[in-house]
């Protein structure tokens, strides 16, 4: 059985070079936004004693980099071409293939996370030597084991969701884009931290997002490692991440049944 995924894995692996375009792209797109990120918040803390928000300029530029990490290992994912599956019809083949769909998807995700994950650690290390920015080295080990857990229930959680995305195409094959577009580049981004900490934001704001799955993708994950959430505050966060992994996936699962009801593979 897991020589069946560890064989989609390879062929994954591959056929990830055959959209280098694509690939490049993503991966410039990641780069570019941490100097402009980079570069705006060394000028905020240009002094280096200055706090802003609890943050000191070695935390916040760690957060910078941290983000770069992890959107490898959480944002980049090939389940995004589930949709086009279901449009076209081609789901027909996985349905009478004696595999498990989402497990399929799953092993596929997480190809694309190794390779963006071995380009992001190479694109750390030759922007630390140009920029040379003072980082935050997390030591507690509670701390490192609560980063480690709450980053594998965020790749939990992005799959989940993107999954569920995924399977508007049942309804809307046509429109199923622009679901994407709205759950990757707006939601995804700003409300999982990606563009700026969460905690600059009012408070208010704040604790009505720590009630949805986006700030546990990566804004939470990162504070753990920061040492900024830690105690009971860390692990109330992980009970909420796990909360909505089982939610998504009992939802999944559900949304999945009716969809499967309404497919009809048209023209295959």
């Given at each position: ?65 941290g983000i770069l990490i992890l959107k490898a290992i959480v ?109 990757i580049a707006i939601l995804t981004e700003f409300l999982s ?71 009809e593979a048209v023209g295959r």
């Open positions: 059985m897991l020589e069946k995924y560890l064989q989609i894995f390879k062929i994954s692996l591959v056929q990830e070079f055959a959209y280098r375009l694509n690939f490049i792209m993503w991966r410039v797109r990641n780069v570019m936004q941490i100097f402009l990120v980079f570069f705006l918040w060394n000028s905020v803390f240009s002094d280096p004693t200055r706090m802003v928000f609890g943050y000191d300029r070695g935390k916040i530029l760690t957060y910078v980099f944002l980049s994912a090939r389940a995004v071409d589930v949709a086009g599956e279901i449009s076209r019809g081609d789901l027909s083949n996985f349905l009478l293939k004696p595999i498990n769909y989402f497990k399929f998807w799953f092993t596929r995700d997480i190809s694309s996370k190794a390779l963006n994950l071995g380009f992001a650690i190479v694109e750390v290390l030759i922007l630390f030597i140009l920029l040379k920015p003072p980082l935050f080295i997390q030591t507690e080990i509670i701390s490192l084991f609560g980063f480690l857990v709450s980053l594998v229930l965020a790749v939990f959680l992005f799959f989940l969701l993107l999954f569920l995305i995924n399977l508007v195409a049942f309804w809307m094959p046509e429109n199923s884009w622009a679901a994407q577009f709205l759950f931290g990606g563009v700026f900490p969460l905690d600059i934001l009012p408070i208010t704001v704040q604790r009505f997002l720590y009630l949805l799955p986006f700030p546990y993708l990566m804004f939470f994950p990162l504070q753990v490692y920061l040492g900024k959430i830690v105690g009971s505050q860390m692990f109330g966060g992980i009970l909420i991440s796990l909360f909505w992994v089982l939610v998504l996936a009992i939802g999944l699962n559900i949304v999945w049944n009716k969809g499967i009801k309404r497919f």
